[in-house]
């Protein structure tokens, strides 16, 4: 997928793989997926950004970026990935919220997935507004955005649920991209998984 308002840019892969587990080691999900060896045989590795950055930025530091295209960016990476197929998955992990949460007693928030007492926002339509709708109900500063496929049927997906260790494990293993934040929010590091043969 081309945007015409980001550039695209290759990392240091030691660096950017240093990264993602630091800023999303905490992840339950990259906890099923590994870190190390199977982050590093990745099929693609870059950073998405509004501005040119230097080179040897540091990707938690700011560097004057524009959020705005690259927010645009990840919905519509979301909206081309949901529209492939009716199983495929955007997942949002909530590093700060918990089931327990007032949230929850709420009607109007869009359907939540809990595991081992943490929240997933759930996308299976490729609806502009659902996709930006799960994105904002995140209560963490940062992005950590899973495309996976659907472990179950997809009429049950959509409404508040648990997952199972098989579901859950089912969604780690079927991760296609990760997606989480760099530069303060201006950019994203998109990470894709090498395709197995």
Not at 7 to 15: D, F, G, H, Q, T
Not at 54 to 60: E, Q, S, T, Y
Not at 167 to 178: K, L, P, R
Request: with cysteine; charged share 25%.
């Amino acid at each position: 997928m081309r945007h015409p308002s980001v550039r695209y840019s290759s990392p240091n892969v030691s660096e950017a793989i240093a990264y993602l587990e630091e800023h999303i080691g905490d992840s339950r999900i990259l906890e099923q997926l590994g870190t190390g060896p199977p982050l590093a045989e990745m099929g693609t590795l870059r950073i998405v950004t509004a501005s040119p950055f230097p080179p040897l930025a540091d990707l938690r530091a700011q560097f004057g970026g524009k959020t705005g295209p690259c927010e645009k960016w990840l919905v519509q990476k979301a909206v081309d990935y949901l529209s492939c197929s009716l199983d495929h998955l955007v997942l949002f992990e909530d590093p700060v919220s918990a089931p327990t949460d007032s949230f929850a007693l709420e009607r109007n928030h869009p359907p939540f997935w809990t595991y081992e007492g943490r929240v997933y926002w759930p996308v299976l339509t490729d609806d502009v507004e659902s996709i930006e709708r799960s994105k904002s109900w995140v209560a963490g500063f940062r992005d950590i955005v899973f495309f996976a496929r659907l472990p179950f049927d997809r009429s049950s997906a959509s409404c508040d649920r648990q997952l199972s260790e098989q579901e859950f494990g089912a969604i780690a293993s079927s991760v296609t991209w990760i997606v989480t934040d760099v530069f303060r929010g201006q950019g994203y590091l998109e990470w894709q998984r090498r395709a197995l043969h």
